[in-house]
């Protein structure tokens, strides 16, 4: 599992439906990207133990978002998406710790499956946030960014 936030991370996603990559580091406050394997034990004839079989695995990125307004704030974006008829996957890349020469780069199609559009400053820090879940479709790209 990566842990990613805003002090050692550079998330962008689409802000519309096939639209470009922007970045909205500035807008979140943490997150976490996890994939997980499905793993299933199987026992032979006369062994004691167990034996694993790894399958496919499945992943999700959660970021807590602030609770901005503004038609191109990140909230919205979300807000629309978790509110859309037909949804389609969006792209995101995430990058740790920066998109400098030498950093991880993750990059993966994913849908938003999870989002409070209402949540009040329960901490009365004077800024509400929402935890955006994204589920990821397909595979997650990981390179070395050069």
Excluded: Q, W
């Excluded at 999870?114 to 329960?122: C, I, K, T």
């Amino acid at each position: 599992m990566a842990v990613i936030s805003i002090t050692d991370a550079v998330i962008k996603m689409d802000s519309t439906e096939g639209g470009s990559l922007t970045d909205y580091s500035s807008e979140i406050i943490s997150g976490v990207l996890e994939t997980t394997r499905t793993n299933t034990p199987h026992y032979t004839f006369g062994s004691p133990a167990a034996k694993v079989s790894v399958g496919r695995y499945t992943g999700t990125l959660k970021f807590v978002v602030e609770a901005n307004t503004g038609a191109s704030s990140l909230h919205c974006v979300i807000s629309t998406m978790a509110l859309d008829g037909s949804p389609t996957a969006r792209s995101f890349e995430v990058y740790e710790p920066s998109t400098a020469v030498g950093s991880h780069k993750y990059a993966f199609e994913a849908y938003s499956v999870g989002y409070p559009l209402l949540n009040s400053d329960a901490g009365g820090s004077g800024v509400a946030t929402h935890e955006a879940t994204f589920a990821i479709y397909g595979e997650i790209t990981y390179t070395v960014v050069t």
